[in-house]
């Protein structure tokens, strides 16, 4: 739903709903406590109840007023805009602080897909935030509605279907996106990957009748960088697992296997309106993993971008044939830190379910430091071991290492972030989000909606702006 927003100190006279807040611990006095009851109305956070008048009044429940914060905020935002989307012209009166989450939250709670619906969309709203408009209020509300916009760009592109989005097609929209916002756009072809020697991103394309790309993406602040950062998201714009081809109940949700690199992009399209102090690159190798053409076969040995060689065991472990490359060149550059982010094991969903990302890393600060941006953001990141002793298990007969463990279903997670690791150099801070688990979502809670979540988007923007604007 698009939405034209406003700030403004007086409710317009012509709004036909408005939104008021309501503690949990004050609830209204003109309103009879057997009323309230009556009506299941107790001033949970994201709670409405409708009072019919002109214009409506909508009570939106804040839960206690002391506890007030952003994760309240944000869940409180996107319950609303579930209640009120039949409102052509709505007056909502801020309760405070955290405007910023409130705006987020009301565009992730009320986004849907309709890229091929027939029907018309639903007209968009007019929302007024009824609030002083002070250079702090304005702020919050561009970068809430930036941020949330960024969220629902990945949004988009996940849930495009796979024949729409191509990595050709990807690739030109990353172009286009990085000159709307500002963005360095660099797109390397088939015969640029190949004479970049991108072994990983070579062999995985030649399953499919699409050619591969490899998109660089470069954002460099006004002012002299205080650090510099490398993203790589993972671009495999459908997964039909080759040759090690996927059962069918499984091939629904693969045209989300590209979620890190629309999240990647996603995040990046932000840092110039928000005013990023730190500079970015962003590498996005993207392919199809299809049975066609002349796919890799298991058996056969690539030679990665570092001159490793990888044996393939399991032809639907690709994703992590695509990043070695990405990450090598990453590395190239010497960042101050590497971050990737990747639809790479069903290990880590079974770990840690639908709502909390993977974090594995060789560096504590790094992954704290993420961690910490996750909950501000409003997406939890757990920490995951790099073991050692699990190091072997990645051995082959063949090449320098094996793309999989076969006959191991244990700790595979851990396996995948310790063949990452071999492709980034030791000196350089690194971190693997496996967002396997979160990228896609069955529900409809809170600021999660069926389809694309764009998990990674919000974590991303918050680490790369060290005040959390």
């Known amino acids: 739903m698009s939405a034209e927003w406003r700030l403004t100190p007086d409710q317009p006279l012509d709004?036909?709903?408005?939104?008021?807040?309501?503690?949990?611990d004050e609830l209204p006095a003109d309103l009879s406590p057997a009323f309230l009851a009556g009506s299941g109305f107790s001033g949970t956070p994201g709670q409405t109840l409708h009072l019919p008048g002109h214009p409506v009044t909508v009570l939106l429940g804040c839960g206690p007023r002391a506890k007030y914060d952003r994760d309240?905020?944000?869940?409180?935002?996107?319950r609303l805009a579930r209640a009120v989307p039949g409102y052509r012209r709505l007056a909502v009166r801020v309760p405070g602080a955290e405007l910023r989450a409130l705006v987020e939250g009301y565009l992730l709670g009320g986004y849907r897909f309709a890229g091929y619906f027939t029907t018309p969309p639903v007209p968009g709203q007019r929302i007024d935030l009824v609030t002083e408009g002070t250079p702090e209020a304005r702020t919050a509300l561009a970068a809430g509605l930036r941020v949330g916009e960024a969220v629902l760009?990945?949004?988009?592109?996940v849930n495009e279907p796979g024949e729409a989005l191509t990595p050709p097609e990807f690739a030109e929209r990353a172009r286009k996106i990085a000159a709307d916002t500002g963005l360095e756009c660099e797109v390397w072809e088939a015969d640029r990957i190949a004479h970049e020697?991108?072994?990983?991103?070579l062999g995985v394309s030649r399953g499919s009748l699409q050619p591969p790309r490899l998109v660089r993406l470069g954002y460099r602040p006004a002012t002299p960088a205080v650090r510099r950062i490398a993203l790589v998201g993972k671009g495999v714009t459908y997964d039909a697992g080759g040759l090690s081809l996927k059962p069918n109940?499984?091939?629904?949700?693969?045209?989300?296997?590209m979620a890190g690199a629309a999240a990647v992009l996603a995040a990046m399209s932000t840092l110039t309106a928000l005013n990023c102090p730190v500079a970015v690159d962003g590498w996005l190798p993207l392919t199809e993993n299809m049975p066609n053409a002349d796919p890799v076969r298991v058996g056969d040995v690539l030679r990665m971008r570092s001159g490793t060689t990888v044996e393939i065991r399991h032809a639907d472990a690709e994703g992590r044939l695509i990043l070695a490359d990405a990450l090598s060149l990453a590395g190239e550059s010497t960042p101050d830190a590497i971050i990737d982010l990747a639809t790479l094991t069903d290990a880590a969903a079974v770990a840690l379910g639908r709502r909390i990302t993977a974090v594995l890393g060789t560096d504590d600060t790094l992954v704290e430091d993420l961690r910490t941006a996750g909950r501000r953001a409003g997406e939890e990141l757990w920490p995951l071991p790099l073991p050692d002793a699990y190091r072997g298990q990645l051995a082959s007969r063949v090449a320098?290492?094996?793309?999989?463990?076969?006959?191991?279903?244990h700790g595979t997670a851990l396996l995948a972030g310790l063949f990452l690791r071999e492709f980034v150099p030791p000196t350089i801070p690194w971190a693997h989000l496996d967002i396997q688990g979160t990228a896609l979502s069955d529900t409809d809670?809170?600021?999660?909606?069926?389809?694309?979540?764009?998990?990674?988007?919000?974590t991303l923007i918050?680490?790369?702006l060290p005040r959390g604007d």
Request: glycine share 14%.
């Open 249 to 257: 109940a499984e091939l629904a949700a693969m045209k989300a296997d």
């Open 15 to 24: 709004a036909e709903a408005v939104v008021t807040p309501v503690w949990s």
């Open 400 to 409: 320098d290492l094996a793309n999989y463990t076969i006959g191991v279903r």
């Open 445 to 458: 809670d809170g600021e999660w909606v069926p389809g694309g979540t764009g998990v990674g988007v919000r």
């Open 197 to 201: 020697r991108l072994g990983g991103l």
């Open 462 to 464: 918050d680490y790369l």
């Open 72 to 78: 309240t905020a944000r869940a409180a935002g996107a």
């Open 153 to 157: 760009l990945a949004r988009d592109l």
